[in-house]
């Protein structure tokens, strides 16, 4: 992991941070809708649309045009709703980082730099619904620089404040098409603790689901 620091956020970090986190949940628009594609009521829905026009139809075209605008239709509502969570993201913390995190008791941001380049970010706070546990938050590692073990890195910083601060445990949610995050924090020791549906209504019906994680840490002796 040749020349790279991990720092705390400072205020001229903020575009690249927002443009990190922008890149990063875009990178999970295909797997979430090869997700779609896999599930039964796609199938179902797919199935139908097309046999009932075929019956009815007196070419095979509107039933392949029908069927290609729903799939379009289900792409189009992935990319909605992982637009209103990134919008939802900068309105609440992103567009001021420093009052969310630096100033805030036990919560930090920390960005990871490559020759003056900020190629990853990280952030802890005390949990929403687990106030006893630091909850890690916004980690992300540019495409170009992963592999070097910077995310590892990031998660070792957040690890050790947390244990500095007297908190037992840090708690963290990932999706499920993230699957490289996933296999990274189970490298890192963190245990799947649940699985549950997000409460938006296309979510439901998708089955697309949060999982979280937990990481027990040992007291210093």
């Not at 380049?117 to 630091?134: D, I, K, R, Y």
């Not at 909850?135 to 995310?151: F, N, T, W």
């Not at 037992?168 to 999706?175: E, R």
């Not at 409460?199 to 937990?214: D, G, S, V």
Request: proline share 4%.
């Amino acid at each position: 992991m040749a020349n790279i620091e991990i720092r705390k956020y400072r205020n001229e970090d903020c575009e690249t941070v927002k443009e990190l986190f922008i890149s990063g949940m875009n990178e999970h628009l295909p797997s979430s809708f090869m997700h779609v594609l896999k599930q039964p009521v796609t199938h179902m829905l797919l199935m139908c649309t097309f046999c009932s026009l075929m019956a009815t139809a007196k070419s095979v075209l509107l039933p392949v045009l029908a069927v290609t605008l729903l799939l379009a239709g289900a792409r189009q509502m992935i990319v909605h709703m992982f637009n209103i969570y990134i919008e939802a993201s900068l309105k609440n913390d992103l567009n001021s980082i420093d009052e969310t995190y630096l100033k805030q008791r036990n919560s930090c941001f920390w960005v990871a730099e490559s020759d003056g380049q900020v190629v990853g970010t990280v952030a802890c706070v005390p949990a929403e619904n687990a106030p006893e546990f630091l909850e890690l938050k916004r980690m992300s590692v540019r495409r170009s620089h992963r592999g070097k073990g910077i995310a590892k890195a990031l998660c070792r910083t957040v690890a050790d404040f947390t244990r500095d601060r007297g908190y037992p445990s840090v708690i963290l949610y990932t999706s499920m098409v993230a699957t490289d995050a996933q296999r990274l924090y189970e490298h890192m020791g963190y245990k799947k603790i649940r699985q549950f549906p997000l409460p938006e209504f296309f979510a439901k019906i998708i089955n697309f689901t949060l999982i979280e994680y937990r990481l027990d840490l040992e007291k210093e002796k």
